[in-house]
């Protein structure tokens, strides 16, 4: 008997608990969150959102993950060979070439060394680069960062550093490849309109070619490329089909570096 007693206890208190809690009603507010986290049934983090609207006093909870990052973008092991040509680009393509061409943009700003670069290349676009010393000349010493993949609809990301002798960290050269396809050129230029800097001039500009003076020291051009850009070298393989992919470069202004030695 006193087993049942202290059950109905128990039930009652939680029932006063239960009822006490919805009385003291949301006041109303604007567009106001609580956010609280808990634990969903799989153990995995979660939280819960509580908000209440301006014109009510409804509470609305919706249980979603914490952490909501952007979802990793499709990753070309063999990027040698693009797996489309002569179709419009995916949603993933498009924001690969955004990606690429922001994370590039961004290291000249920056004036990122080459091992910086590296890590950019490894937690920003989740690639996987490789460090290619060329050695020292009479002129200085020059590096290369590439990747042994790409993200999907491009390829060949390069980007060359020179300096003096074993201090090549000057960001010389940035480019890489889009695939061929009726909206990859306009995609480009769309792309470089957006991230590079405010005070650009385009210096040319035709129906498969387009260059800027960024105003920094640098230029940024896309081509559709022919067959004779596309001439395989010791770095990027090409085919016949590929005629037609998009080069996207940032590099150092040629009459800058001229104007730099005069001085």
């Known amino acids: 008997m006193k087993k049942l007693i202290g059950v109905v206890s128990l039930i009652t208190i939680a029932l006063g608990v239960t009822a006490y809690l919805p009385s003291e009603s949301p ?18 983090p979660a939280k819960l959102e509580t908000t209440v609207s301006k014109t009510s006093s409804v509470v609305t909870q919706q249980a979603v993950p914490v952490a909501e990052s952007k979802k990793a973008l499709p990753i070309v092991v063999d990027h040698a060979r693009f797996s489309r040509h002569d179709e419009p680009l995916t949603e993933h393509e ?46 200085g010493s020059r590096v290369i960062v590439r990747t042994h993949n790409s993200l999907e609809g491009t390829r060949y ?41 405010k005070n650009k001039k385009i210096k040319e500009a035709s129906s498969d070619y387009i260059l ?24 990027n393989k090409s085919e016949i089909k590929d005629v037609g992919a998009v080069i996207v470069t940032i590099e150092q202004d040629i009459h800058s570096m001229d104007e730099e030695h005069n001085h």
Not at 27 to 36: A, H, L
Not at 118 to 134: G, Y
């Open 157 to 197: 990301i390069h980007a060359q550093f020179t300096g003096e002798k074993n201090k090549a960290d000057f960001l010389q050269h940035a480019s890489f490849q889009i695939r061929p396809g009726p909206d990859s050129f306009s995609k480009a230029v769309e792309t470089l309109n957006q991230v590079l800097p």
């Open 27 to 44: 006041s109303v507010m604007e567009e106001t969150e609580v956010v609280v986290s808990k634990k969903s049934d799989n153990s995995s």
């Open 212 to 235: 800027y003076n960024t105003g920094d020291g640098y230029v940024a051009w896309v081509k559709v490329a022919n067959s004779d850009d596309l001439k395989s070298n010791d770095y």
């Open 94 to 139: 498009s924001q690969a070439i955004t990606d690429i061409t922001k994370s590039l943009s961004k290291a000249i700003a920056l004036n990122l060394t080459s091992h910086q670069f590296m890590e950019t290349v490894r937690d920003a676009m989740k690639l996987q680069p490789k460090f290619i010393d060329k050695g020292t000349t009479s002129v």
